[in-house]
């Protein structure tokens, strides 16, 4: 069992800056973590993903070049520093993981049923 917990959500203007954070714990982090994010009346969404050993990253095209995912391995935690935020980045960001291997996981990172233990979410507002 991984119990995941965000952290660092907030409103924030255009053009502004967040970390998120998502602290997991009950089992070391093995394959991979993602950062998923649902705006209201919308479906869930991948916005990036890293693979633990390695660092290999893979980013959503519209993140791309304003945010960045990154791992602190000894702590089992994730980050995701967004810059340049915009109003359509609005939604409640969610961290995921998968518990055990699976195969080709690395070619559906951006995939959320690829993940298995999934965080309650941080609110990201962003307003113009």
């Known amino acids: 069992q991984v119990h995941l917990v965000e952290s660092g959500g907030g409103s924030v203007q255009a053009g502004g800056s967040l970390r998120l954070n998502c602290a997991a714990s009950g089992r070391t982090i093995r394959y991979a973590m993602g950062w998923f994010r649902q705006a209201p009346g919308k479906e869930r969404e991948f916005v990036a993903a890293?693979?633990?050993?390695?660092?290999?990253?893979t980013y959503a095209d519209s993140v791309k070049g304003r945010f960045s995912i990154s791992r602190d391995s000894a702590k089992n935690t994730l980050y995701l520093q967004m810059d340049s935020l915009k109003p359509e980045d609005t939604a409640l960001y969610s961290c995921?993981?998968?518990?055990?291997?699976?195969?080709?996981?690395?070619?559906?990172?951006?995939?959320?049923?690829?993940?298995?233990?999934w965080g309650q979410g941080t609110p990201v507002t962003v307003s113009s």
């Open positions: 890293i693979v633990w050993i390695g660092g290999r990253t």
């Open positions: 995921a993981t998968l518990g055990r291997y699976v195969s080709d996981y690395e070619r559906r990172l951006w995939s959320k049923d690829t993940y298995e233990y």
